[in-house]
C-alpha cells in the first residue's frame, strides 16, 4: 500500500465530505418535501396587491426576447426593490403587458408591467421552508434553460449544486479505494455493496416492468 497515497485520500475524503454534508443535507431534506408534495405555507394566498408608477422601462423592451428581455426585467426589478429569479415571461401582445414570477427560495412575487402605463402590479406570497428545499433542489432544471439562472445567488448555487455532484463522485471512488486497501473491512465491505446494487436492480427491474 502506498501510504501517502492512502494519507492523501483519507484526508481530502474526510474534509470534502465535511465540506459538502450542508449541500447533501439539503437535498436529502427536500426529498421528502418533493416526493410527497407536502410544504407548509406553498399554499398561502398572495398578500395585497401593490402598484408601483412611473417605472423607467428599457425603450426596447417589448421588442425584447428571451435570455435579453430577462436582463433588461432584472434591471427594472432592482429599480422598484425586489430580487429574485424571474421565471417564464408571459407577454400580452393586445394588452401591452408582461407578466412573470420572481421566486426566492420561501417566497415568490408575482409582477405585471404594464408598458404602455409604464406601472408595476406586485403581488408576494410566502411559500415556507419547504418549498425552498424543493426550490434549490429543482435548480437549475431541464426547463427554460435559455433564460434560469438570472439572479446572481441561484448562479452562484448552480455552480455550488455542480461541485456537489462532482464531490460526490470523488467521495464514492475514494470510499471504494479506502475499503478496498483495509483488508479486514473487505467482507463486510463486498456484502454491503452487494446488497446496495440488489437493491438499486431490483428497483429499477420494478419500474421498467
Do not use: C
Not at 68 to 93: F, T
Not at 162 to 175: A, K, P, R
Request: no cysteine; hydrophobic share 50%; aromatic share 10%.
Amino acid at each position: 500500500m502506498n501510504k501517502s497515497l492512502y494519507t492523501i485520500t483519507r484526508d481530502l475524503h474526510l474534509l470534502l465530505g465535511l465540506f459538502i454534508a450542508p449541500f447533501v443535507l439539503v437535498f436529502s431534506i427536500s426529498v421528502f418535501f418533493l416526493v410527497h408534495a407536502w410544504s407548509p405555507g406553498a399554499n398561502e394566498p398572495a398578500g395585497p396587491k401593490r402598484v408601483v408608477s412611473d417605472v423607467a422601462l428599457p425603450a426596447d423592451l417589448e421588442n425584447l426576447g428571451g435570455r435579453a428581455r430577462v436582463d433588461a426585467l432584472q434591471i427594472v426589478l432592482a429599480e422598484i426593490g425586489l430580487r429574485g429569479e424571474i421565471g417564464y415571461v408571459g407577454h400580452n401582445v393586445n394588452k401591452r403587458t408582461l407578466r412573470f414570477p420572481v421566486v426566492v427560495p420561501g417566497r415568490e412575487t408575482s409582477v405585471e408591467i404594464d408598458l404602455a402605463a409604464r406601472t408595476a402590479a406586485i403581488s408576494q406570497r410566502d411559500t415556507g421552508l419547504g418549498d425552498a428545499l424543493v426550490a434549490l433542489h429543482k435548480s437549475p432544471g431541464p426547463h427554460l434553460v435559455d433564460i434560469r439562472m438570472n439572479w446572481l445567488p441561484m448562479g452562484v448555487w448552480r455552480w455550488l449544486a455542480d461541485g456537489t455532484v462532482y464531490l460526490l463522485f470523488f467521495i464514492s471512488i475514494s470510499g471504494v479505494y479506502l475499503w478496498a486497501v483495509l483488508r479486514a473491512e473487505r467482507r463486510i465491505g463486498l456484502a454491503l455493496i452487494g446488497a446496495g446494487a440488489v437493491s438499486f436492480f431490483g428497483i429499477i427491474y420494478a419500474v421498467i416492468h
